[in-house]
């Protein structure tokens, strides 16, 4: 009856005496200390005091390690305002309504450290290329807009910058006449996707034909009627143009506020057909396709007289 009681295990039947309490001076089963043993019963404390020393050593190297946190971050915060993306706020309604007063646009300003140059159609910030805000007074920013401004999360008072969108690069000719349309290199702008609706092309203020001179850009506002553009400088030097290096970047979404937020891609009327092949003929290759042109008759003539003279030799 003892052995059907071992539920199933058959093990043998000293197993009791495994159990049984070392005699003393033995090292008991497989050398093992006794539970009473002074080691095993100091260990715990001094675990007790490890840990309590641990989680002070921890909250001290935080306190110690946040102001590099907090310094790193700044030094990225500069990295990403002066080589990848910068915030503007938009001053004023000349870019109506693609950009409204008071929006916050996020500025590419990585692509230009790549040789890239403005585009046709790109909403751009640029430096005040002399004489366009000669007359306009920042207000003056508070420590939170200055400390703000400083890591690139607002725009900087003491940087006159203006944004407008790139109608015209290098090479391009443009006009406008009262009652017509932007013209590009003979090509007509449908401009009813991004100009403020009940503004004309340029009714305002006509203009051209102007030749944009290489490295330099014809800005106009989306608000034709209230946008001191290109348009009103032409008494400047480059009649009204932006030189690209003036260019900061390229406004691409605007970020504040939410209920705000798109983005600014290139209208479809600056990827029409002829636009780009219409520049190249007016611009840098049209004197050397020229050349070729006047000197082709030249050379057919030279070389039908050398033909003839070895005919009649």
Known sequence: MAVGARSGHEEPEERPERYAKPSPGSSGSGGLPPQGDGGSGGGDPADGDGSSGTGARKQRSFWKELPLLVGIALVLALLIKTFLVQAFSIPSDSMMNTLQRGDRVLVDKLT????S?????E???FHDPGGWLDDTQAPEPNVVQQFLSFIGL???????DLIKRVIAVGGDTVSCKKGGKVMVNGKALDETSYIRPGSTPCDDKPFGPIRVPEGRI????????NSLDSRYHQELPYNGTVSNEDVVGRAVVVAWPFNRWSTLPVPDTFDQPGLNSAAVIGGTLAPGALAVAGALPIVLVRRRRLTRGRTDG
């Open 112 to 115: 230009p450290w790549f040789g």
């Open 117 to 121: 140059e403005p585009e046709r159609g």
């Open 123 to 125: 909403v751009v910030v």
């Open 154 to 160: 607002m725009p900087s008072s003491e940087e006159k």
């Open 218 to 225: 014809w800005v106009m506002g989306d608000n034709r009627d």
